[in-house]
């Protein structure tokens, strides 16, 4: 699983981390949803459940990487800010991709630094 942040936005590290967490959450609850799915999950649970935490520049990048994801057949959850604290609501943050093939989430993320 690939956690990607938007740099551009000014969230403390506490946001940052309840945005991410957000992220591995919802896709998640995707796996639900088919049997091919589930298997990837269980999969993933198996090898221990890794997450990579990566930046993006803008909302723009975000967003794109997302869609390219999507149309590769990937899980992907976008999150949105509840505008309780730092950010106006409806703040596009975060994006999960994953769990799923390293090989084809990499095609999409290998450019993209640590946060």
Known sequence: ?????????????????????????????????????????HSWL??????????????????????KAQRAGLITAIIKDAGRTQLRYGTVTVVGIGPGSTEVIDSFTSKLRLL
């Open 1 to 41: 699983m690939v956690i990607i942040v938007r740099s551009d936005l000014s969230m403390g590290k506490g946001k940052v981390g309840a945005q991410c967490a957000h992220a591995a959450l919802e896709c998640c609850r995707q796996t639900l949803s088919n049997q091919k799915r589930q298997e990837m999950f």
């Open 46 to 67: 198996q090898v221990g459940q890794p997450k990579i935490v990566l930046k993006v520049q803008n909302e723009e990048e975000l967003l794109n990487l997302a869609d």
